[in-house]
């Protein structure tokens, strides 16, 4: 099992930028393992990729009800559409909660990518093997998860 360490990063930097970028406060439910391969929760996803010292990948899943929430608060109105602005959108917060979470990442040498948004029923290619932390985020709009499935290599 991955360490708590690497996987805090995530949580706190998506609940800082919730909280007082965005203004949309939420609650941290109980963490599952996933099993197998399953698509994601929601139809939309945030996928950050990470290698070096720890490799796989870290997705927000969000709901649209969840998305057009953040990115109404993000942008300062009301946004109903999942057009290419709020796909964009998207994109700059997850890429805002990877830009924080590096910043107390327990480990050097760790590339973590620019995150890509993929929207309609898909699967993430997560690393195989691996097992896969999900966490409920509860906001007043629904719940959102963060997906992480990490593992440390070997130098």
């Known amino acids: 099992m991955i360490d708590p360490n690497y996987i805090k990063p995530f949580v706190v930097a998506a609940k800082n930028i919730f909280e007082t970028m965005i203004n949309v406060p939420f609650s941290l439910g109980k963490p599952t393992l996933k099993t197998g391969s ?3 929760p929601h139809e939309i996803s945030s996928i950050i990729g990470l290698s070096g010292n720890v490799s796989g990948s870290v997705v927000i899943s969000l709901s649209h009800d969840v998305a057009y929430l953040l990115v109404s608060a993000l942008v300062g109105d009301e ?45 993430v290619n997560y690393p195989s093997g691996l097992p896969i932390i999900t966490i409920p985020c509860i ?17």
Do not use: R, W
């Open 79 to 123: 946004v109903t559409e999942l057009n290419d602005d709020c796909i964009d959108a998207i994109g700059e917060i997850a890429n805002m909660i990877a830009g924080n979470a590096k910043t107390d990442f327990p480990s050097n040498n760790n590339s973590i990518s620019t995150p890509s948004v993929v929207v309609g029923k898909h699967k």
């Open 139 to 155: 906001t007043d709009k629904g719940e959102m998860y963060i997906e992480i499935a990490l593992k440390v290599n070997e130098t």
């Open 38 to 40: 399953q698509a994601p």
